[in-house]
């Protein structure tokens, strides 16, 4: 067991609503002591900044282009950042010099795998000045480097999770974490800890911009609106039927490969209600490409809270005879699993160890990677940026 290191993880997913903030104490491997968390959400003039943002990034041919509103944007989204580490001190009586690292996602303004181009916004050097704590930042781009798809990047913390759920006799294996957020994926975890992932397809934000446009709202909250309505089976079948579900070879996502209904497919109540079971179905037929049946799913992510979704999952799991629990069932939060995600994949890129594996990513190997911001002037320059150029 290596040192434990205090860090903390923040995250802004594809939703877009906000920052997660976790701490963590790891070694980066097996031991994984879970902190307070919290989450601070964006105010609709930027959320409408962000997404302006991944307009300007069409373009982006480069990852270090920062075409349009791209520059100022992540300056801003930074500084957004370090107010919500500052806060989340304050709030928990933590002092700076007690964090050893933060573990920053950005925000992913462009995936495109096939392209081996991904770009996150967001400044470590900056985060690292404002907040006084050494930052790891950047963490998908080696995966691409040596032939991956850039995500997803969880499962390294999921197998950690699984590991610690298995000893207790808390699950039966396999298991299989799934994530609903902006876009759904899956971790599988074998009784041997052998792992698979990969995205399996829409989450939430098919609902999210559905409902947006139609009601006006960000997101159908608790299910109300699909609760509503009935599912339209040609719609269904017209997303279902996507090819990206039958593939051979499994590819990571970006919110814009499925595009919402038109209005004229379905009315508001039972577009939300089709969706739903979309995200639900989804994730059962991507489900068929793991190495094995898994006998209970762990469900992570803001679509636990759709209880829509959760229904359609349960039923499916049923058919499928499988278990469907909530991470909050098992004494975790499926709110902050992937903020302290990346505070766990922090710490391993500090050490060197892989936060990607052929298994998940594609890769050809399993890497490391990330880049390091520290406090101390001159570290970078003595240190490297890529734990590759690490002494």
């Known amino acids: 067991m290596g040192k434990l290191l205090t860090a903390i993880g923040l995250m802004s997913g594809t939703s877009m609503d906000g920052i997660d903030v976790a701490l963590l104490g790891t070694d980066g491997e097996n031991v994984v002591e879970r902190g307070p968390s919290a989450g601070y959400a964006y105010d609709a003039r930027f959320r409408a900044r962000l997404k302006q943002g991944l307009e300007d990034a069409r373009s982006i041919t480069a990852r270090t282009e920062r075409p349009g509103t791209l520059a100022q944007l992540e300056r801003d989204l930074t500084l957004r950042h370090a107010e919500a580490v500052r806060a989340f001190l304050r709030e ?21 795998p ?80 052998r792992i698979a992932a990969y995205d399996s397809g829409p989450g939430n934000t098919l609902i999210d911009q559905w409902v947006e446009a139609h009601a006006g709202v960000p997101y159908d909250q608790g299910g109300m609106i699909a609760s509503e309505g009935a599912i339209v089976p040609e719609l269904a079948d017209r997303y279902l039927s996507h090819p990206f579900f039958t593939a051979e070879k499994r590819r990571s996502l970006d919110r814009n490969d499925f595009a919402p209904p038109s209005g004229a497919d379905a009315g508001l109540e039972d577009g939300a209600r089709t969706l739903a079971y979309v995200t639900a179905a989804a994730i059962f037929k991507s489900a068929g490409h793991l190495p094995e049946a898994p006998a209970t799913y762990v469900i992570c992510g ?90």
């Open 302 to 391: 803001g679509g636990r809270l759709n209880p829509v979704i959760m229904k359609d999952l349960t039923t499916l799991a049923d058919t499928a005879h499988g278990r469907v629990l909530t991470a909050e069932a098992l004494e975790l939060n499926g709110d902050s699993m992937e903020a302290e995600a990346w505070a766990y994949l922090a710490v391993r890129s500090l050490r060197g160890l892989p936060l990607t594996y052929p298994e998940t990513t594609g890769v050809d190997r399993p890497v490391s990677g990330g880049r390091f911001a520290s406090t101390v002037a001159d570290a970078e320059a003595d240190q490297g940026t890529r734990h590759g150029e690490r002494p």
């Open 92 to 112: 928990n009586n933590l002092l700076p010099e007690s964090i050893d690292v933060i573990g920053f996602h950005g925000q992913t303004v462009l995936h495109r």
């Open 114 to 193: 096939d392209e081996g181009l991904t770009v996150q916004i967001g400044d470590g050097d900056l985060l690292a000045r404002e907040t006084h704590i050494d930052v790891v930042y950047d963490m998908r781009a080696n995966d691409m480097v040596h032939g991956g798809q850039g995500a997803p990047l969880i499962p390294a913390y999921h197998a950690a999770l699984a590991h610690g759920l298995s000893e207790k006799r808390e699950i039966d294996a396999p298991v299989v974490f799934v994530n609903i957020g902006g876009i759904s994926n899956l971790t599988f975890v074998g009784a041997d800890r």
